[in-house]
């Protein structure tokens, strides 16, 4: 199986700053996608970042300029560098990989748990 932790939520006020990690274990033969979406309450899940096993990154307009993603291969983690926060930044941000577990198997998709990122004064 393969297991993603994320960690480094919590409060900050408005126009503070944030790091969250995500890291991957398991049985993983190589990772494709890895990336950051959130869901506030009452509302959709939906994309914030994402990056691809060359560096390609994809932004949320809402947060493009504010947020960086970034990822260490060989630790099989994914970061999301947060900035000039907002009080609408507030929700649960969960990690995404797109993982093989082995050489040629098939692409599974597998989600953390969450980590609560509250932006308040």
């Known amino acids: 199986q393969v297991q993603l932790v994320e960690s480094g939520g919590g409060l900050v006020q408005p126009g503070g700053s944030l790091r969250l990690s995500c890291a991957a274990s398991?049985?993983?033969?190589?990772?494709?996608?890895m990336g950051w979406y959130r869901q506030a309450p009452g509302k959709e899940r939906e994309l914030v970042a994402t990056?691809?096993?060359?560096?390609?990154?994809n932004y949320a307009d809402s947060v493009k300029a504010r947020f960086t993603i970034s990822r260490d291969n060989t630790k099989n983690t994914v970061y999301l560098e947060m900035n000039s926060l907002k009080p609408e930044d507030t929700a649960v941000y969960y990690c995404k990989a797109i993982v093989a577990r082995r050489y040629g198997g098939s692409w599974f998709t597998y989600w953390g748990q969450g980590t609560q990122v509250t932006v308040s004064s």
């Open positions: 398991g049985t993983i033969f190589s990772i494709n996608v």
């Open positions: 990056i691809i096993s060359g560096e390609n990154t």
